[in-house]
């Protein structure tokens, strides 16, 4: 049963591995509008993600992958009660990829305004709707004992997944001004500066009302989190993060403030996930039908085999990972080739 829990976390830490890498070129994408004045500021913020945002969509991919071969039965219910919701992700995933890359095809300045505003309407819906996913994952879902979802489009978009979509939005949006203090300079740098304490202000006042929130909720991760007082360190240590990394941005060390910014996200899933294990999809119906770790894994071979390529194949992923930042390091210089 060890493989369950082994399988559990490698998945988390995949998701996590998409939110936090994904995450920084969304928040990008929503910045824009706001950061940008001309043409060519429109051009270094988009270069900066160029060489890398379609890397970081591989990790959602092998999220997908993970969550078919190891929990089958969570992928089933999730993707057949999330439809429409799925659809509509796919759908602004694909007009993202149209924008990034057909902006630069005509010099008019109609043709490049109406792609960058794509590319920010894009960003927000991708960022919206996994949060408003995640809220519900969160609430619990109406999941009867047969492993079904009865739920449409109007239901997923309640107020406490909305809340959590938004924050989620702010909390991308902040991340991505992370990002950007490495790749630009002068006064759009300053501008980038500028936005990070407000951002980071809207981030805590949402922060703290989705706690609150989440706490009066009929849900079984208050439970959780008084039973196992240990996991409180995670969101703790999120908090610590936000504010180290306001801090090392203060002082211009904007690598290590990018760093903490990735640490922040990665103890707020880390919170999720120690709230809701050993559950990964809840029910609202009741507690019966909550599809875990246990109820919902594929068999022990399969997961034994999954364990062995995830070893032999996962530094392969890092490593090309770290090569692809490696390589692309340093300020955005605009060239022929740029989009």
């Known amino acids: 049963m060890w493989l369950n829990t082994t399988w559990f976390v490698l998945y988390v830490v995949i998701i996590t591995g998409y939110v936090i890498l994904d995450g920084f070129d969304l928040g990008v994408g929503i910045l824009s509008p706001w950061l940008c004045k001309d043409d060519r500021e429109h051009r270094i913020v988009l270069n900066s993600i160029g060489p890398i945002w379609d ?95 009865a739920v449409d489009l109007i239901d997923l978009l309640n107020p406490y997944s909305l809340l959590v979509g938004i924050t989620g939005v702010v909390m991308l949006s902040l991340h991505g001004a992370f990002f950007l203090t490495q790749k630009v300079e002068g006064d759009l740098l300053e501008r980038v500066r500028r936005q990070i304490p407000r951002l ?25 989190f008084r039973d196992r007082p240990w996991t409180v360190a995670f969101p703790v240590l999120a908090l610590g993060a936000t504010l180290a990394a306001w801090r090392l941005v203060e002082n211009r060390a904007y690598l290590s403030g990018f760093v903490a910014s990735a640490v922040t996200i990665a103890m707020l899933m880390a919170s999720v996930a120690a709230g809701l294990y050993p559950v990964m999809l809840p029910s609202s119906i009741s507690a019966a039908n909550d599809l875990t770790i246990h109820n919902a894994a594929a ?20 490593l090309y990972t770290v090569g692809i930042y490696y390589f692309f390091r340093g300020k955005v210089v605009l060239d022929e080739e740029s989009y």
């Open 55 to 149: 890397g970081n969509e591989v990790w959602l991919v092998l999220g997908g992958g993970a969550l078919f071969a190891a929990f089958p039965f969570v992928y089933a219910s999730l993707f057949s009660g999330f439809y429409t919701a799925m659809m509509l992700v796919l759908l602004v995933l694909i007009l993202r990829t149209v924008a990034i890359e057909f902006r630069s095809k005509r010099e008019s300045s109609r043709w490049r305004t109406t792609w960058d505003w794509f590319f920010f309407g894009s960003s927000l819906g991708i960022a919206l709707l996994l949060g408003v996913a995640l809220g519900n994952v969160i609430r619990g879902v109406k999941l009867d004992s047969d492993g079904n979802i």
């Open 200 to 224: 980071g202000a809207s981030f805590f006042v949402l922060g703290t009302t989705l706690v609150i929130w989440t706490f009066n909720l009929e849900s079984r991760i208050v439970d959780n």
């Open 299 to 318: 068999a022990q071979n399969t997961l034994t085999v999954m364990f062995v390529m995830a070893i032999i194949g996962m530094p392969f992923v890092l």
